[in-house]
Structures are given as structure tokens and as C-alpha cells.
């Protein structure tokens, strides 16, 4: 492990200068540039102490970074059906709801359409890949066909139709799905 050059990566991270890491930490700033370049290795001690004053514990700052997923395929989505209101809900980011954003791959049948929704915080996104939908926001009603998009706030009750079916990706942020 570059020990070094991690602390300094917090460091930035938190907008401190070498100087004010050293201040805070009790140490002089040539320590600091020199733990940064590698060119000395502090004490378990004097370590603790900087990562204290990083605000990271040390057994956060030995962690191995974790590799997150970044691509995901079929087989790593999540499908539901809905035979009585004929949809079919694919989560295409595994355990999204525990994210800011939660996507979704929505496909309506002929006369399909989703559950309708109850007003809530946050945004709601969506991108029609096939056919065309009619977005239901309250009172008031919007089309969209294939290449459209839509954007809204769902502060009034809210669902999607299809009279012919489509396929699209909806994003709800925060998760709703």
C-alpha cells in the first residue's frame, strides 16, 4: 500500500494544506511532505494521529477499496411481471433502492400501464425506446413516443399507459420502484 500518497488524497479530499494537517496533527509540514512522498513512514502513533485529524479510523484507511460494479447485464437484472396490469418491471441496477437513483427497464403490453402512484418527494425520469405512452400527472395527461423523453416532479398521484405497448427506462430518484 502507497501509505503516502493516500494520505495525501484525503488530505485534498478535506481542502487542507500540508501546514494545516501538520498543525492540526502536531507536526511539523516538512514530516507531512515527507510521509507524502514516502520518504519516511510515520509511527502507528503519529499515523493514528494524522488519520484522526483526516477523520478516517485506521482500519478505514487499511480497507481494501471495494471493486463496485460498474456494468451490468441480464443476468444480473431483476424481473417482474404484472399480468393484470400488463407490465413488466426489470431492475437493471441490482439493489438500486439503496442508491439516490433506482433505473428501471419498464415494458407495457397492449392496454398495459403501471400501478398508480401516490405523490412523493423527488424526480422522476424516463426515455421511450418503442412505441408510445401516455404519462397520467394528476389531472392531466402527456404523450411520448419513441426518442422522446420526460421529465417530472410526482407531487400528484401518477402512472404510465400504452394503448399499442412500449418498452422504456424510467428513473426515479429518490428509489420508488
Known amino acids: 500500500m502507497d501509505i503516502g500518497s493516500k494520505i495525501k488524497e484525503l488530505r485534498v479530499v478535506k481542502g487542507l494544506t500540508q501546514e494545516e494537517l501538520a498543525d492540526r496533527a502536531e507536526l511539523s509540514k516538512g514530516f507531512i511532505s515527507q510521509v507524502e512522498r514516502d520518504l519516511t513512514s510515520p509511527s502507528i502513533a503519529t499515523l493514528s494521529d494524522i488519520l484522526q485529524c483526516l477523520g478516517v479510523s485506521v482500519a478505514e484507511f487499511f480497507a481494501e477499496d471495494s471493486d463496485d460494479q460498474v456494468v451490468f447485464k441480464d443476468e444480473d437484472y431483476f424481473e417482474k411481471i404484472d399480468s393484470d396490469l400488463k407490465n413488466t418491471v426489470e431492475w437493471i441496477i441490482p439493489n438500486a433502492q439503496k442508491n439516490i437513483m433506482e433505473p428501471i427497464?419498464?415494458?407495457?403490453?397492449a392496454g398495459g400501464q403501471t400501478y398508480p402512484d401516490t405523490p412523493h418527494e423527488g424526480e422522476e425520469f424516463g426515455y421511450v425506446i418503442?412505441?408510445?405512452i401516455t404519462i397520467h400527472i394528476g389531472k392531466k395527461t402527456h404523450a411520448a413516443k419513441a426518442g422522446e423523453s420526460f421529465y417530472y416532479t410526482p407531487e400528484k398521484k401518477h402512472h404510465i399507459s400504452s394503448k399499442k405497448g412500449a418498452k422504456l427506462i424510467w428513473v426515479s430518484s429518490p428509489p420508488s420502484f
Open 130 to 132: 418503442k412505441g408510445e
Open 105 to 109: 427497464r419498464l415494458t407495457l403490453a
